[in-house]
Antibody, heavy 122, light 108 residues
Framework: QVSLQESGPGLVKPSETLSLTCTVSGVSINGYYWNWVRQPPGKGPEWIGYVYDSGTTKFNPALKSRVTASVDTSKNQFSLNLNSVTAADTAVYYC????????????????WGQGTMVFVSS | EIVLTQSPDTLSLSPGERATLSCRASQSVRSDYLTWYQQKPGQAPRLLMYGTSNRATGIPDKFGGSGSVTDFTLTISRLEPEDFAVYYCQYYDRSLVTFGGGTKVEIK
């Protein structure tokens, strides 16, 4: 059973750093692009960025100055840090896998975590 | 940056009816990079269609995707109760991912 599970604090204070981890089960983290996507209440999804098994990252330009991501292949986990948070960062945060078919990218997310709600409030 | 505009915002239909959802790109895009998801309340998005017209694993053939250049369509041939949800299109361009604003398909 392949699954993703997000973990981290559900409440972060303004100006502090939001830190989340995604644990990948049932499949190796190697060979895939692992993404973070968030969704503010009542709005559409917003791509945050991705990390590859090599540690290569790419981020949404709107968030790039505040985001870092990393991967721990020994634990089959990857992580997100978003600093200097404000109320606008309140959202459900998802981790998701950029899918492949026959070794080729399908340019879509084929596997998602259940999501974790993060509130930014003092 | 490519912007995806979905229409209508809300589609009110009855079970058994056909649903036609639109996703328009702000400039010409590659059809193999256009994706559709379904999202139900409290759940993560679920992959429906990738590469415009390829159904994801386990997706029934009542779902169909078409389009090219700037205009793309998701069709649900006969709505069933489990199809009432929000649908998002998504595009991948030069390592950047963008989502449309979504279309809610609600029971009339």
């Amino acid at each position: 059973q392949v699954s993703l599970q997000e973990s981290g604090p559900g409440l972060v204070k303004p100006s502090e750093t939001l830190s989340l981890t995604c644990t990948v089960s049932g499949v190796s983290i190697n060979g895939y692009y692992w993404n973070w996507v968030r969704q503010p209440p009542g709005k559409g999804p917003e791509w945050i960025g991705y990390v590859y098994d090599s540690g290569t990252t790419k981020f949404n330009p709107a968030l790039k100055s505040r985001v870092t991501a990393s991967v721990d292949t020994s634990k089959n986990q990857f992580s997100l840090n978003l600093n200097s948070v404000t109320a606008a960062d309140t959202a459900v945060y998802y981790c998701a896998r950029w899918g492949k078919l026959g070794g080729n990218a399908i340019n879509a997310y084929d596997l998602w975590g259940q999501g974790t709600m993060v509130f930014v409030s003092s | 940056e490519i912007v995806l505009t979905q229409s209508p915002d809300t589609l009110s239909l009855s079970p058994g009816e056909r649903a036609t959802l639109s996703c328009r790109a702000s400039q010409s895009v590659r059809s193999d990079y256009l994706t559709w998801y379904q999202q139900k309340p409290g759940q993560a998005p679920r992959l429906l269609m990738y590469g415009t017209s390829n159904r994801a694993t386990g997706i029934p053939d009542k779902f169909g995707g078409s389009g090219s250049v700037t205009d793309f369509t998701l069709t649900i041939s006969r709505l069933e109760p489990e199809d009432f949800a929000v649908y998002y299109c998504q595009y991948y361009d030069r390592s950047l991912v963008t989502f449309g604003g979504g279309t809610k398909v609600e029971i009339k």
